[in-house]
């Protein structure tokens, strides 16, 4: 069956299959705390995520990760700096993007079709192509025969593939992930990494992929960036050349160059850990 996808927004007047770049430069948000004191979630955060990069963001607890996602999805404006995606500003929500959760976000009073269907309705697919569309990735996710299921009625790691099924199913230029599998046992976990990457090689959207995971990070990943303790900031940005197709998740986490990136980057990771752990006891007590 040969379906149309529904084409993506670039916002550098390119070809409209195209993934976009992210430029994030001298990147910094305050907020008021409850107090009515300043609170500096991230100060000068530049990173670079080249046109259908996977980039990995690793860092404590509180560094402000996910502050950093609603920046570049446009969601929330920057105290200071810029972000860029495909060349042009952001300056309110951002275009091609598709946003995916911890928690699953999907509406519980929809069945799986209504809400894998609802991205190309609101983008002004023809209901029946919309349809049609919805099935097949529905299929793609292995989810066959339950299209009429309720999120209730499924378990973790099938929610997850309807989530990511809603996630793509536009085609997005960027993809941004908040620790999309931390709440899945480690069995499913891994089933969902290699359904991820056997997607997104071939679909290939630009991805920030947020996670406290360091292995599902270098497994997954073209970049690691680490970000240091609140307030948050790139440390450091490693370059993961193992190559690609990467194959099954946990296999290649015995081959000898994952263990030698793995252990350079919990290096500098640890620190900011045990400093962002020493700050939160020293807090509590």
């Not at 069956?1 to 001298?26: C, F, Y």
């Not at 402000?64 to 200071?80: F, H, M, N, W, Y």
């Not at 908040?178 to 899945?184: C, Q």
Request: proline letters at 6%.
């Amino acid at each position: 069956m040969s379906l149309k996808r529904p084409g993506r927004h670039p916002e550098g007047g390119g070809p409209a299959d195209q993934p976009a770049g992210i430029d994030i430069v001298g990147l910094t948000k305050r907020y008021l705390t409850p107090k009515g004191e300043a609170f500096t979630a991230i100060k000068d955060v530049t990173l670079k995520v080249e046109a259908g990069q996977f980039c990995s963001i690793v860092g404590p607890t509180g560094c402000g990760k996910s502050t950093t996602l609603a920046q570049v999805s446009g969601l929330e404006k920057p105290s200071a700096g810029t972000v860029k995606v495909g060349g042009r500003l952001v300056d309110g929500i951002t275009s091609g993007v598709s946003y995916m959760f911890q928690a699953d976000a999907l509406f519980p009073w929809k069945s799986v079709l209504q809400n894998v269907i609802m991205g190309p309705i609101l983008v002004g697919t023809p209901k029946r192509e919309a349809a049609e569309l919805a099935l097949e990735w529905i299929r793609r996710v292995g989810l066959t025969g339950f299209e009429d299921r309720y999120p209730h009625q499924l378990s973790g790691g099938m929610r997850k593939r309807v989530a990511m099924a809603a996630a793509l199913i536009n085609n997005p230029r960027i993809l941004l992930m908040d620790e999309p599998f931390g709440a899945l046992d480690a069995q499913t976990k891994v089933i969902m990494q290699n359904e991820l990457l056997k997607l997104w090689e071939e679909l290939r959207p630009s991805v920030l992929f947020i996670t406290h995971d360091l292995d599902e990070a270098v497994a997954l990943s073209d970049r690691v960036a680490i970000m240091t303790s609140s307030p948050g900031a790139v440390k450091e940005v490693f370059d993961i050349d193992l190559p690609r197709p990467r194959g099954n998740v946990q296999e290649i986490r015995h081959e000898q160059r994952f263990l030698e990136l793995q252990g350079r980057i919990w290096e500098s990771l640890k620190d900011e850990v045990t400093r962002a752990y020493a700050r939160s006891t020293g807090a509590a007590a």
